[in-house]
């Protein structure tokens, strides 16, 4: 069971350039997030989605945007790439609290994506 | 939107003592509080949570408290060891899960 796969684990960007980061998991969780992390500091949700064909923003969405149109997979894409956005990125998943019945609302994190903007 | 405020930022506790992280929360329909641990270089991992409807559960030297009144909630780690040094994060679930910015606890030998 592979849990939750971030793909890459490290990249360098320019400034302007655009690249996606890929999310997937197989335990068939219906929500799944973004969340980055700067140095030294918490994680700050970017977007996320509590079923295939629905997104929402979450506390820091700019300069970014998701799609979800499959249950497993949840990329998230940054356009025209800016200083500010490095930071380490996780991916995770869970259930609804509640759904399906008696199963933990427990948040699974992926290995997280070291990405530098420079 | 939901806030979740967490103190103190860094704790120093010395080994065999208890150490205790407490959180705030501002949106009352935030029903599901997890704590979550960080090691460096790993993405957090779940060491309790608790639900709404719960005041208090254990976990051998871990207990989360929660008084939804006053809308905060505390870890409790007693009998810390060495292995207990990291960041720990509260947060609180309605469907966005909300992180507190974290608690870096030192155990000292």
């Known amino acids: 069971n592979a849990g939750v796969t971030q793909t890459p684990k490290f990249r360098i960007l320019k400034i302007g350039q655009s690249m996606t980061l890929q999310c997937t998991q197989d335990?068939?969780?219906?929500?799944m997030y973004w969340y980055r992390q700067d140095p030294g500091m918490g994680l700050k949700l970017i977007y996320y989605?509590?079923?295939?064909?629905?997104?929402d923003k979450g506390e820091v969405p700019n300069g970014y945007n998701v799609s979800r149109s499959t249950t497993e997979d949840f990329p998230l894409r940054l356009e025209l790439a800016a200083p500010s956005q490095t930071s380490v990125y996780f991916c995770?998943?869970?259930?609804?609290?509640?759904?399906?019945?008696?199963?933990?609302?427990?948040?699974?994190f992926g290995s997280g994506t070291q990405l530098s903007v420079l | 939107g939901e806030n979740v405020e967490q103190h103190p930022s860094t704790l120093s506790v010395q080994e065999g003592d208890s150490a205790v992280i407490k959180c705030t929360y501002s949106?009352?329909?935030?029903?599901?509080f997890p704590w979550y641990k960080q090691e460096l270089g790993k993405g957090p991992q779940l060491i309790i949570d608790?639900?709404?409807?719960?005041g208090e559960k254990k976990d051998q030297r871990i207990a989360v408290t929660l008084n939804k009144t006053a809308k905060h909630f505390s870890l409790h780690i007693t009998e810390t060891q060495p292995e207990d040094s990291a960041v720990y994060f509260c947060?609180?679930?309605?469907?966005?899960?909300?992180f507190g910015k974290g608690t870096r606890l030192h155990i000292l030998p």
């Open positions: 995770a998943s869970s259930y609804s609290i509640g759904r399906p019945h008696g199963a933990k609302a427990e948040l699974f």
């Open positions: 335990m068939n969780h219906n929500y």
């Open positions: 989605s509590v079923g295939a064909g629905i997104t």
């Open positions: 949106d009352s329909a935030s029903n599901y």
């Open positions: 608790i639900r709404s409807n719960v």
């Open positions: 947060a609180a679930r309605d469907d966005k899960i909300i």
